[in-house]
């Protein structure tokens, strides 16, 4: 296996973006990718793009293809595979085409990821989000994405005495860096009170608590490590890829305040890079809801089990805290259409590493990790980043 | 959801009207629902796996308190959903009812009713399954 | 000659109520003349979740939960409703499958307007007396449709009972039954109408009058009886005035149809009316209590039954199933826009 690196990245803008269809969004992304990469377009060999359910959304399968031919690589016939796993979909598709660079049939890769939400009304987008949960045995009764997050925030609570002030904090703290980024979705800080005063989409959980539902894109340009200089000056390499998956519904697993699949992609990531978590100089994880985060920063190794919330309580994941947390807003604030998240947040990690993050720089980052869950963790991917 | 769209729903009556699982020969773990073999005896599982029906009483391990809710859920909300781990062993998910919403707590003992889960609108079938309730003392 | 009767049984009321007072304050009435007049005070209301086919299940769990029969013994399942949830697809199938009685199972769905669950249990004696069964499941469930701002409306509500019949240990032999029927329109629902309609006041003394007291006259002569040899008297009860009424002029005291009247605490459970009343009284029954019961069903009709409790009645655990003294006192009240978005009101096609 060689060594990858990062040689481009492209995001659009997420948010309600009402004039632009689901191939605006993955076109944009990826031409900024490739214009960031320095690549001519020639060099690719094989695109690879993320989508939970275009099918539903915008009632587009075949979406390998489309890809391909919306950004103009049809009459290259470039070969085009579509990835899916839920809202890790995007994650997945980087590691899927980390692996076609990393074993030599490859050399340079486009990974895009996509999710044009607000093509259908709101019940509608939060039915087929719903579609990632165990459909028989949790939707079917009435359970929903928010309900199944909000049943793992009372047990965090009810076990380790964790609070919703502090789950607000997670929401204040992301809402605070995505007014620091251009590409936000909300770029507007919020009081905890607001989040706490918030009408619940399923107790304990409060509207705040939730990522939105949003359109967007992000691209990333993977790249042999030993050709990656030749495009350009500040590449960026994936030194850990790791991905597991659990039972699909949340009722059959053991712990429910323990996401299995983040444990075990994490552990098998930090071997793969020989570190250990506290290496970690910035990390974009999962925080679909604002439990999400908490669970993501203890089963990533940062804090002890149970210690989520205190630690966001003490400040330790914010901007300038010794252990940043979602820096572009996260996908509460930066937002949250579920096949571009996972390629997003590699592309946040790419520019903190690279120096070009702007106000919300990390100071000194070296090593970034990005963590992207699908649906209520029955699959999780985690890559970790390195600058080179 | 179409008219018409049963099978997938017909498929899983037994499961859903009467709580049957299975239970590998080998381990005696029980599954609900019903696992085609056990994933910790695999092939010693194979052909060995035993129907059984489960009781209808066991506890909440967490809830939550659905207020935005699917279409065939609205005139519902806001209502509680919980996974109930069974006496037998397997966890369930599924909704409280007949219950004050500050009454649902971690731990407390619960039994299974039927009801409506959903249905296919005004024209199609009307889904039915295991929601549960506050335990009755009885005698 | 075998006895035939009641092995076990079983009930389910809704825990939902509404105070008559309420229905009458939303459409402008007095509260008292109402609740006075009907002698209604409250009626159960079926949440979102509930139907004839939910409550159906619940007792016929019920009346298993309180015997040791094998559910795969019941041969015949009969419910008679007249708001089965589906118009072609039979309730019974439900009941079946959740009771654990399919497949070899004889069902069909009964409509006689009120009195389609006592025709259930004339249809399974009749099985069993010929050894084509071994036992039979009896329901009588609905959650009965009113009008919005009809006077059906305090009193249409929703429960049902269910009764095991066979020819071993029961409770209650069955000693005699007759009915009595003619063609008589004082109440009815037209195919695809969503509520009924009926005739006012003719609903009283050529219907549920003339029908119930000339059946009970029957029966009272073809076994030899006087209504002072029972100890419990069940009527009809689409109010809480005219089984009184009706007793009274039969020669049956208040005290008679006391604990089998549930009208005034759970409204006309239609189907399920005299089925749960029957219920109430096997709940304190003791050997040797002597029980009458006559139903009415509008269009119309009564079935009539002679009963005596059997020394078996000591032997069923009738306290591992809720009784109907139980589900009258679990109750929750929804005000009346509550109880118009549960019953579907707001969405009349």
């Known amino acids: 296996m060689r060594d990858v690196a990062i040689i481009g990245v492209g995001v659009t803008k997420f948010g309600e973006l009402w004039d632009k269809s689901f191939r605006n969004l993955i076109s944009e992304a990826g031409a900024k990718a490739i214009i960031d990469s320095g690549i001519s377009g020639k060099e690719i060999d094989a695109l690879y793009v993320g989508s939970m359910s275009a099918g539903r959304f915008v009632g587009q399968e075949h979406v390998g293809a489309l890809v391909a031919d919306c950004s103009g690589f049809s009459h290259m016939h470039i070969p085009s595979i579509r990835v899916e796993s839920a809202c890790a979909s995007g994650g997945l598709a980087v590691r899927q085409g980390y692996f076609s660079v990393a074993s030599g049939m490859n050399d340079v890769v486009v990974v895009g990821g996509v999710e044009k939400m607000t093509d259908v009304i709101g019940s509608e987008a939060t039915d087929t989000l719903a579609t990632g949960l165990d459909q028989e045995w949790e939707a079917f009764f009435g359970a929903t994405l928010p309900g199944i997050y909000a049943m793992i925030a009372t047990k965090h609570m009810h076990d380790y005495g964790t609070t919703r002030e502090q789950l607000a904090q997670v929401a204040v703290k992301n809402h605070a860096n995505g007014a620091l980024n251009p590409y936000a979705q909300f770029k507007r800080p919020i009081s905890i009170e607001s989040v706490l005063n918030a009408p619940f989409a399923a107790y304990p959980l409060g509207m705040l608590d939730c990522s939105p539902v949003s359109d967007g894109a992000a691209t990333v340009i993977l790249c042999a490590a030993e050709k990656a200089k030749d495009y350009t000056s500040k590449p960026v390499k994936i030194i850990g890829s790791g991905q597991a998956s659990d039972t699909l519904a949340l009722h059959g697993r053991k712990d429910i305040c323990t996401f299995e699949s983040t444990v075990h992609a994490a552990n098998m990531a930090y071997k793969h890079a020989k570190i250990e978590p506290k290496n970690i100089d910035v990390a974009e994880v999962h925080d679909c809801f604002t439990i999400a985060e908490i669970l993501a920063i203890e089963d990533l190794g940062f804090v002890k089990k149970g210690d989520g919330g205190k630690a966001i309580e003490s400040k330790i994941t914010t901007l300038d805290g010794e252990k940043p947390v979602n820096t572009s807003g996260g996908l509460k604030a930066k937002g949250h259409p579920v096949g571009a998240t996972g390629v997003a947040q590699i592309a946040e990690i790419v520019m903190q590493l690279r120096g070009d993050a702007d106000q919300r720089q990390v100071k000194d980052a070296n090593i970034g990790l990005a963590h992207n869950v699908g649906a209520s963790g029955a699959s999780s991917v985690v890559h970790i980043l390195e600058a080179i | ?139 | 000659m075998k006895d035939i009767g009641i092995v076990s049984y079983g009930a389910h009321i809704p825990r939902l109520r509404i105070k008559s007072s309420d229905i009458a304050n939303a459409w402008g009435k007095d509260p008292g003349t109402i609740t006075n007049g009907l002698g209604i005070i409250e009626k159960s209301v079926p949440s979102i979740d509930q139907d004839v086919a939910t409550i159906s299940v619940e007792a016929a769990r019920a009346a298993l939960a309180r015997c040791s029969i094998d559910p795969q013994t019941i041969e015949a399942i009969y419910v008679g409703s007249e708001s089965h949830p589906y118009a072609v697809k039979p309730t019974g199938t439900i009941v079946g499958e959740a009771i654990g009685a399919t497949p070899v199972l004889q069902v069909a769905d009964y409509e006689f307007a009120c009195k389609a669950g006592t025709a259930a249990i004339q249809t399974c004696m009749a099985f069993v007396k010929s050894d084509m069964i071994k036992y039979g499941m009896a329901i009588g469930a609905d959650t009965s449709q009113a009008a919005p701002g009809d006077a059906l409306e305090y009193a249409a509500s929703a429960g049902g009972a269910a009764f095991i019949i066979g020819s071993e240990k029961v409770i209650a032999t069955i000693n005699e039954t007759c009915s009595f029927t003619t063609d008589t329109p004082d109440f009815w629902r037209r195919e695809g109408r969503k509520y009924p309609a009926h005739g006012g006041r003719f609903t009283g003394a050529p219907a549920y009058f003339r029908h119930i007291t000339s059946n009970a006259k029957i029966l009272m002569e073809k076994v030899g009886s006087k209504p002072e040899d029972y100890n419990y008297a069940i009527f009809h009860q689409p109010n809480g005035k005219f089984p009184l009424k009706v007793a009274k002029m039969l020669g049956f005291s208040s005290d008679q149809v006391k604990q089998g009247l549930l009208c005034p605490y759970v409204g006309n459970t239609y189907s399920g009316a005299v089925m749960i009343g029957l219920a109430s009284v096997l709940d304190v029954a003791k050997p040797g209590d002597r029980i009458f019961l006559t139903s009415y069903g509008s269009g119309a009709g009564s079935d009539a039954f002679d009963m005596t409790v059997t020394k078996y009645i000591n032997e069923l655990p009738r306290e591992k199933a809720p009784l109907i003294s139980q589900l009258i006192e679990n109750k929750k009240y929804v005000d009346y826009a509550t109880y118009t978005k549960y019953r579907d009101l707001l969405y009349e096609e």
């Open chain 2, 1 to 139: 959801m179409a008219d018409g769209a049963v099978p997938r729903f017909w498929r899983e009556i037994p499961q859903r009207y009467n709580l049957i699982g299975n239970q590998c020969g080998a381990c005696d773990r029980i599954y609900f629902p019903p696992r085609e073999s056990c994933p910790y005896c695999r092939r010693k599982s194979m052909g060995n796996m035993k129907e059984i029906k489960l009781g209808s009483k066991g506890k909440v391990v967490t809830y939550t308190i659905i207020y935005v809710a699917p279409e065939p859920f609205e005139g519902q909300a806001p209502y509680p959903i919980a996974i109930i781990e069974l006496d037998e062993g397997p966890r369930v998910t599924a909704q409280i009812v007949d219950c004050e919403l500050e009454d649902v707590k971690i731990g407390m003992r619960v039994q299974s009713t039927f009801r409506k889960i959903q249905e296919d609108g005004y024209i199609g079938a009307i889904h039915y399954g295991y929601k549960f309730k506050p335990l009755e003392v009885k005698g």
